[in-house]
């Protein structure tokens, strides 16, 4: 398949672009910048320039793909002061997401969204339950998109991501650093026994390959490689790289302390990928996230 991959430049998209290519499939991906274009050419991508505001690039990259892969967001990136900027990113996600759906509407072409993992109580959440619901809390509204897309015919499934990671990067845990680094103390809420999934990031690149391959149209798929990781042992991991105290604070000071992140720095978000790797035969190897997080140089990062 020739498929169009949004944050094909990436964090993720940019492991996921040699998986397909590897594989056999064809990838055009977006690139904004003359250094992005440059990354896919070498990786062997053709390239579409755009962003995500530029919606006719969005349009003409849908339009010319056998399917479409949309793996860009930018979570969290303004993590402490301005909310604002995330709700921009959400709603900015939002009409992305609506644009390719209207170029896919009416064909059986695949179209891959990406979010994250859910919150069950008092078990682990799997691939049946529903996502967050889209507030003034949380804006983030990728899943919900997909969803009426889907009730409009959209081949649409979602891919709900874990804390995505190997030694340069870790998902929300990166901006945990960052705090810590800021306020020379690695702190976690409570008992700190709220568990936060997590995948190594090569490990989600196949699954979306196999999502890809092997998907169905609305389904859910966990790319969950460790169903609970304690906040606890991740500030821990992080205090011991840092070389400062770890400690517990209250639930009352989480958001004080975290900014954006105190929405989730207390929440267990135990999270099940069961029927996913029966469903697509994902069985992931890399390592796990407390080991990436031992290994990572601090000082560089």
Not at 25 to 41: E, F, K, M, Y
Not at 127 to 143: F, G
Not at 157 to 167: G, I
Not at 191 to 208: C, E, I, K, M
Request: aromatic share 6%; charged share 20%; hydrophobic share 40%.
């Amino acid at each position: 398949m020739r498929v169009f991959i949004t944050g094909a430049t990436g964090f993720i998209g940019s492991r996921i672009v040699p998986e397909l290519i590897g594989a056999g499939h064809r990838v055009l991906g977006l690139a904004r910048s003359d250094a992005g274009a440059q990354s896919l050419a070498a990786a062997g991508a053709e390239v579409q320039r755009g962003d995500l505001e530029d919606m006719e690039s969005l349009r003409n990259g849908a339009a010319a793909s056998d399917a479409v892969i949309h793996a860009a967001f930018q979570r969290f990136q303004h993590f402490r002061d301005d909310w604002t900027k995330f709700a921009e990113n959400c709603e900015l996600d939002k009409r992305a997401i609506e644009t390719i759906g209207d170029v896919l509407q009416g064909s059986s072409r695949p179209f891959i969204v990406t979010s994250g993992v859910g919150v069950a109580q008092g078990r682990a959440a799997t691939e049946d339950d529903p996502p967050l619901t889209p507030s003034a809390t949380y804006p983030r509204a990728s899943e919900a998109t997909a969803v009426a897309l889907m009730e409009r015919g959209v081949h649409a499934s979602v891919m709900r991501l874990p804390q995505v990671h190997d030694t340069m990067k870790q998902g929300l845990v990166t901006p945990l650093i960052a705090i810590a680094r800021a306020k020379s103390v690695s702190a976690y809420v409570g008992d700190g026994l709220n568990r936060w999934p997590a995948a190594h990031v090569t490990d989600v690149a196949r699954l979306y390959r196999l999502a890809l391959e092997k998907g169905t149209a609305g389904a859910r798929y966990h790319a969950v490689a460790e169903e609970g990781v304690p906040l606890k042992d991740i500030a821990t991991a992080i205090g011991r790289g840092l070389n400062i105290p770890v400690t517990s604070i209250g639930a009352e000071q989480a958001q004080e302390h975290f900014g954006l992140l105190g929405f989730l720095a207390g929440r267990d978000a135990h999270t099940s990928s069961a029927q996913t790797r029966a469903n697509l035969g994902w069985n992931p190897t890399g390592p796990d996230l407390l080991t990436d997080l031992a290994n990572m140089r601090y000082a560089e990062n």
